[in-house]
């Protein structure tokens, strides 16, 4: 069995970091790098991409709304082609990045509001899909599992990516408790890794209501901004590589 293993790094802007990408892209076998809209800049996408080629790890674009302030996990009121616009934009700026030190752009995720309204969005799937076939047919796309993305993408011709979050819990539809809530996030290795372990081996979830759902895991999700982030990809590397499961980029 092959899995990936991600995180969504290059999170930093100007004087301020945010998280430890140094010490956990060694560790990934994936990243989703920040294009500068709800967080990283030129620098920071330009550095992250080099630590990624360093380590050999793919290479994916995390594109998000226009929302610094809110580290674009607030919904802005967009039309679709809007959208197809602004994902355009972002991807094509980090594929111009990939071109200066020699790598390919493997995969796109959305980020945050973006990506968590496509689940149930198909025509937002839809634009921005319509927008990375344009860039390149060739692009994966990673998406909520059971969600509109992946099936969009698929539809397309593309390769879709079914993700699985190991610091999130799920309501009973599949979708990410919403962060306003107390329970969101899992904030124990143990408990994360433990997590994990259940989708790929039962192919279910438990959703906060205690009910296991069925789920499709081809690639998990770190958040690179949480405290315990590093902690949590070491204990479910250490965890997965047990099992004998090998880590490989998709």
């Known amino acids: 069995m092959k899995i990936d293993l991600n995180a969504d790094l290059g999170e930093s802007f100007g004087h301020y970091a945010i ?9 990934i076998t994936s990243a989703n790098v920040a294009c500068g809209m709800h967080a990283g800049d030129y620098n920071v996408m330009d ?4 630590l990624c080629k360093e380590q050999n790890i793919g290479i994916g674009a995390h594109p998000g709304y226009n929302d610094l302030m809110g580290f674009g996990r ?22 111009a990045f990939c071109q200066r030190h020699g790598v390919k752009l493997n995969h796109v995720k959305p980020h945050g509001a973006l990506y968590n309204a496509t689940f149930n969005d198909r025509k937002l799937a839809d634009s921005i899909v319509a927008a990375l076939y344009k860039l390149d047919p060739s692009l994966k796309v ?4 059971g969600g509109h993305l992946v099936q969009a993408a698929e539809d397309k011709g593309m390769t879709g990516i079914n993700e699985v979050f190991a610091d999130r819990n799920y309501e009973p539809d599949g979708t990410l408790v919403s962060r306003s809530e107390s329970n969101a996030m899992i904030h124990h290795a143990e408990e994360a890794t433990a997590h994990i372990l259940r989708m790929i081996n039962d192919h279910v979830v438990k959703a906060k209501d205690g009910t296991f759902i069925p789920i499709q895991a081809d690639s998990i999700c770190v ?15 250490e965890a997965l590589q047990k099992q004998h499961i090998e880590l490989a980029a998709i």
């Open 19 to 27: 998280g430890n990408d140094a010490a956990i892209i060694p560790l």
């Open 47 to 50: 550095k992250t991409i080099q």
């Open 74 to 95: 607030r919904k802005v009121d967009m039309s679709y082609d809007e959208v197809e616009a602004l994902v355009t934009y972002q991807v094509g700026a980090m594929q």
């Open 142 to 145: 990673m998406g909520i599992a």
């Open 223 to 237: 958040h690179g901004d949480g405290a315990e982030a590093l902690k949590f990809v070491a204990s479910i590397r």
